[in-house]
């Protein structure tokens, strides 16, 4: 089986990084769960997830709509990859929170969870995507730090490329 993205985005950011790193993946399959049901990831066994921080450390509208029905699917054995898109200037306490909310469901399941980052780089003050100095995957500010997004992409796909397709 192949490999697929999952998002949700509210603005348009994390579906224009979902769509980066499918493009340097070499051009994977992408599912916005706006307009997708979230079971559709049985059809995967390798999978990225990813979306934004609502409220304050909340997940966002489509995320929170799937929410019941994801944590109903049977993860074990998937190999799983996630990004976060957060605002570390606005939200510095609850940074890409939202990830580590979706860390903290698969990691109660046999999944293997792949991609944790370095925190080097950021400023925020605290965010559950985060677990002594690592993200639990890969972290996006397009708020503040676009410049860097690109190049953080890059490295992340070519560390997760060989486990991940
Ligand atoms: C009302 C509002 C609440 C937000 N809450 C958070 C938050 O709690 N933590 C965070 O890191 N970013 C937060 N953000 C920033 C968004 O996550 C960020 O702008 C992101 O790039 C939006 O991506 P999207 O267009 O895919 O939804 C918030 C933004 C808004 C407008």
Not at 1 to 19: L, P, R, V
Not at 116 to 123: D, K, L, N, P, Q
Not at 139 to 165: F, G, H, P, Y
Request: hydrophobic content about 35%; aromatic content about 10%; glycine content about 10%.
């Amino acid at each position: 089986m192949s490999t697929a993205i999952f998002f949700a985005s509210s603005t348009g950011n994390s579906e224009e990084i979902a769509n980066k790193i499918a493009t340097n993946l070499g051009g994977i399959e992408v599912f916005d769960l706006a307009g997708t049901k979230v079971d559709k990831i049985n059809d995967y066994d390798k999978i990225i997830l990813g979306g934004s921080t609502w409220g304050d450390g909340e997940l966002n509208d489509d995320w929170e709509d799937a929410w019941g029905d994801f944590c109903k699917l049977d993860l074990s054995n998937k190999t799983i990859a996630l990004f976060g898109l957060g605002d570390q200037e606005s939200y510095s306490d609850e940074f890409c929170s939202a990830m580590g909310l979706i860390y903290e469901h698969i990691s109660q399941t046999n999944a293997k969870i792949i991609g944790f980052t370095s925190t080097e780089g950021y400023y925020h003050d605290g965010s559950k995507a985060q677990i002594e100095d690592k993200f639990v995957g890969l972290v996006i500010d397009e708020d503040n730090q676009s410049d860097l997004t690109q190049e953080r992409i890059e490295n992340w796909v070519n560390e997760i490329k060989e486990d991940i397709l």
